[in-house]
């Protein structure tokens, strides 16, 4: 009998395989092959006892331990005063929220049905598979959600007005028996609350969002420039708070470069003293290119780039 079982099983995990292969082609074999040995564990259990299927339908809560660490990119939006509004007005602007970040997600390509999404309030918290192309995340989703809340705003009373800060981060979480838990989870929640970035929206009274990025979304993916990415317009932060701290990026969609946060100065174009017989003569010619053949010394390499 178990013989006979053993083949079935076999014939059902080729199938998934192949399905997971044509719907994902860039899932890496390690993470098809984790799915599927979790699916078959599931399957045997349920198999052994059906009313552990009803349990967790009711409580869509995973017994403890069954979640392995799980590599995700996480999203997080919230609202701009939110806690100041109406209690019409809160309901108005979470509905909007969802509203407008899934608009955001299919306008980019995303598929929002794959993304978990955790609900925190004036916010929400999305833990996006590694399946998605992440630069598209980072670069289209975010101009997407942009323009979405700029078509909102024009139709929307002040106090229904709608602002963001977004968080980008990635890193692995996992299931305990309650909720989704990890410190990439913790990390992000921090980054979306930070200071500079509330700093960067509050002085940038014609925008409807800033995001910040941590230092790994912007080594991996934005300072290389891909498309729809432009690192010139990030100012790097620090963030921290009790023993945690963090470099990240910030950025204010429709500004070249974070209000409240300053581009670094621009070093000064180092003086060329006026040679001494010179002083005095009307030069009457035309000079173009290097004139004096300048060359640098030592100390000039060293200083170059430096603000004076």
């Known amino acids: ?23 994902f082609p860039d899932m890496p074999t390690k993470s098809i092959d984790d799915l599927l040995d979790r699916s078959a564990i599931r399957l045997r259990e349920t198999t052994a006892n059906p009313d552990s299927m009803k349990r967790d339908e009711q409580t869509s809560t995973p017994s403890a331990g069954r979640s392995q660490p799980t590599f995700v990119y996480i999203v997080v939006v ?27 997600f299919e306008d980019a390509g995303l598929n929002w049905e794959s993304v978990v999404k955790l609900d925190r ?15 598209t995340l980072a670069g289209k989703f975010v101009i997407a959600l942009n323009e979405s809340l700029r078509e909102k705003a024009g139709s929307l009373p002040v106090e229904h007005q709608m602002r963001m800060r977004v968080a980008l981060h990635q890193g692995d979480c996992w299931q305990d028996r309650n909720q989704w838990v990890g410190a990439a989870i913790n990390t992000a929640s921090l980054l979306v609350d930070a200071a500079p970035l509330r ?46 701290h963090e470099i990240a990026w910030v950025q204010v969609p429709g500004y070249p ?36 053949g300048r060359h640098e010394s030592k100390d000039d390499t060293t200083n170059r780039g430096k603000p004076s």
């Not at 919230?78 to 019409?88: F, L, M, N, Q, T």
């Open 78 to 104: 919230d609202i701009e005063g939110y806690g100041s509004r109406s209690a019409v007005a809160q309901a108005s602007l979470r509905a909007a929220m969802y509203e407008e970040t899934e608009n955001a």
């Open 199 to 244: 700093a960067a929206l509050f002085s940038a009274p014609r925008a409807t969002m800033a995001v910040i990025a941590s230092d790994g979304i912007y080594r991996s993916l934005i300072r290389h420039g891909f498309r729809h990415l432009d690192p010139a317009s990030f100012a790097q932060v620090e963030v921290s708070r009790k023993e945690q």
């Open 257 to 292: 470069y974070p209000p409240a946060l300053g581009p670094a100065s621009t070093p000064k174009a180092p003086v060329v003293p006026w040679p001494e017989a010179f002083r005095g003569v009307q030069l009457d010619a035309t000079f173009s290119g290097n004139v004096f």
């Open 1 to 23: 009998m178990d013989a006979d079982r053993a083949q079935p099983s076999e014939s059902l995990r080729t199938l998934g395989e192949r399905l997971l292969r044509e719907s």
């Open 121 to 135: 309030g004036d916010g929400l918290l999305m833990l996006v598979p590694p399946t998605a192309d992440a630069v």
